[in-house]
């Protein structure tokens, strides 16, 4: 169980710098506090985890129709549901988000090959390995 916490804090790091950076480069985000930071890094993981693989699935058609493009939408939706959702992190609009969204996952694509490595050290596991259970 302990071996998954260190990759977890460190997608936590990156994705709370990945908002703090895009904080700076975007006049429309901004946060109240380093605790809404935090947060809103911490609840922008578990949506991503959890609310935008349903978003993925019920829009199917509409992505498949775009090429792909409508997951962009669906990325800056998520980002606009976390800013409603955490008090003191302020987003001005549905552009913002779009953009902020596109800017902070090539961020975090970038800060996570250097920073991680992709090596399966630092991988979450989502289900116990052969011979392994998680209990």
Known sequence: MLANLTPFLLHWAITAFGLWVA???????????????????????????VVRPL???LTLPLTLLTFGLFLLVINAL????????????????????FWASIFMALLSLVLGAFIL??????????????GQTWL
């Open 23 to 49: 904080s700076h480069v975007f006049k429309g985000l901004r946060f109240g506090s380093t605790s809404a930071l935090v947060v809103a890094a911490l609840l922008l993981g578990l949506a991503n985890a």
């Open 55 to 57: 978003l993925v699935v």
């Open 78 to 97: 998520v980002l606009m549901l976390v800013a409603k959702l955490v008090q003191g992190f302020h987003l001005d609009g549905f552009w913002t988000a």
């Open 117 to 130: 490595g992709g090596t399966p050290d630092f991988t979450i596991q989502t289900s116990p390995g052969p």
